[in-house]
């Protein structure tokens, strides 16, 4: 084997988005934004090849399981970080999103961190603010776990992986007894105008893995604001709260209970509300159990 062939055979080449990025050696100084991204860092068992992570303890608080998983790591920014966060950090990788630790036309870019030897890797999910992308679906957490795992060289850590959520949630959804789809709305956040997950977000895809209909799947947005007149005029059966940030789940149930604007929508009249981790609720390791806990409290009343 020539010189030439060895340094091809050691190249792992990955689609981000719009972008061909290849990486000549494994990244060994890794940062990962926000907890979802993260958390599939740590189910892949690179922590030992990441030197922090960013955008976490702003709007989230870690559960036991991953305040184990990151103890040995420090949080390099509790919100978006900076270029010169990561460029400080000596990083040679990035995993985040748009909207997941940067901003389309913003100062941490996959450009502006190219000059410094850093290479990103973006969600899936969040390619849909640069390009045209499918509507949600399970199968973009998949591909980023075996992404991740053919950049690092653990493909067969990541196939192994990928194979236990499918097995798993195939088994579930095929003893799933279903009537006609419910009509679903997501409330992340907001009071003036809701904040929620359209076609682009993964929700719409989990919903549908359960049995339901997100009631703006036809919103061609990730996520994003709409109006109130739109939720009552769709009047959804069953609301599903995204839980994180200052107010809680429980705060958001009770505005819409109290509301009187809201008195007459199915959900409200039947106390339907089911709640989801903000980490259940993007792309990563826990959508599985999100589809679980959509499914029972669709079904099970």
């Known amino acids: 084997m020539t010189g030439s062939e060895a340094e091809a055979e050691a190249e792992a080449t990955v689609q981000s988005c719009d972008r061909t990025v290849t990486f000549d050696t494994p990244p060994e100084r890794a940062i990962s934004n926000d907890v979802n991204l993260t958390e599939m860092m740590l189910v892949l068992g690179l ?9 976490i303890s702003g709007w989230n608080k870690l559960d036991a399981e991953m305040t184990e998983g990151v103890a040995e790591l420090p949080e390099l920014s509790a919100q978006y970080p900076s270029k010169e966060v ?48 499918d509507k949600a679906s399970i199968d973009m957490m998949y591909a980023d776990l075996m992404n991740l795992g053919t950049i690092f060289g653990v493909e067969d850590r990541a196939a192994e992986v ?74 959804p059966e069953v609301i599903v709260i995204v839980n994180y940030g200052d107010v809680t789940a429980e705060q958001k149930r009770a505005f819409m209970m109290s509301n009187p604007a809201f008195a007459d929508l ?30 029972n409290a669709f079904w099970s009343n």
């Open 86 to 133: 990561i460029v400080g950090a000596d990083a040679d990788f990035f995993f985040a999103g748009w909207n997941y630790g940067m901003k389309v036309g913003g100062e941490v870019t996959p450009e502006t961190l190219a000059p410094f030897g850093i290479k990103v890797y973006e969600l899936t999910e969040s390619c849909t603010h640069i390009m045209d992308t």
């Open 47 to 55: 922590t030992d090849r990441m030197v922090g992570y960013t955008g």
């Open 162 to 235: 990928v194979d236990g959520y499918r097995a798993d949630l195939a088994a579930f959804t095929d003893g799933l007894d279903t009537g006609e789809p419910l009509r679903v709305f997501v409330y992340d956040s907001g009071e003036d105008t809701p904040f929620t997950a359209g076609r682009y977000a993964m929700p719409t895809a989990l919903i549908e893995a359960a049995g339901g209909v997100n009631i703006m799947d036809d919103f061609e947005k990730s996520w994003a604001t709409v109006t109130w007149e739109e939720v009552v005029e769709r009047n």
């Open 266 to 295: 199915d959900a409200v009249r039947n106390d339907r509300f089911v709640t989801l981790e903000y980490v259940e609720a993007t792309p990563g390791p826990r959508n599985i159990e999100a589809v679980k806990t959509l499914a």
